[in-house]
């Protein structure tokens, strides 16, 4: 399928990529399909296998709606908590893909991302919805830095 944004102009969407958003994004009700988009991977940081890292959330009905969004367990390996799969209606957990919302905050003219742990998105890929639940675990920040390895190696 063939999507329209105003970011990247015309993309070519995998319908496998396609996740309807039953309760909407909390803050973005009107959020009903998106697209996940592979962004590549967090530089410096270890590519996962077979998947990227890095994914920008498409509204399918708002060219101009997307988020950034982060596999957690790349920038936070200690990433950690339990999923309700009956609550979410999932049926394996092997069917699961977590992802966080990336902010860009600005501190002194330097763009920092963070990410929003206490927030994730529960990707069920078998059913091809995604829904974000709100962790009641005060461990998780909801801006927490995600540092970005950058070489310094002169070439």
Same mark, same amino acid.
């Given at each position: ?10 993309? %070519? ?16 009700? %009107? ?17 996962? %296998?077979?998947?990227? #890292? ?48 990336? #902010? ?33 675990? #005060? ?11 950058? #070489?310094?190696?002169?070439?």
């Amino acid at each position: 399928m063939l999507l329209e944004t105003t970011r990247f102009g015309v993309v %070519e969407v995998d319908e496998a990529e396609v996740y309807a958003v039953p309760g909407g994004i909390p803050g973005f009700p %009107e959020m009903k399909r998106v697209a996940l988009l592979g962004a590549g991977n967090v530089p410096g940081h270890p590519p996962l %296998e077979n998947q990227h #890292s890095l994914y920008w959330m498409h509204d399918l009905d708002d060219e101009n709606l997307a988020f950034m969004c982060v596999v957690p367990w790349v920038a936070f390996p200690e990433y950690d908590f339990d999923i309700d799969d009956e609550t979410l209606g999932v049926e394996d957990l092997a069917d699961v893909r977590v992802l966080t919302l990336v #902010s860009v905050r600005r501190e002194d003219g330097v763009g920092q991302l963070t990410t929003n742990l206490r927030a994730p998105i529960v990707v069920d890929t078998r059913k091809q919805r995604l829904q974000q639940i709100i962790l009641n675990d #005060s461990r998780w920040p909801i801006r927490a830095l995600v540092t970005v390895l950058v #070489s310094t190696e002169v070439r």
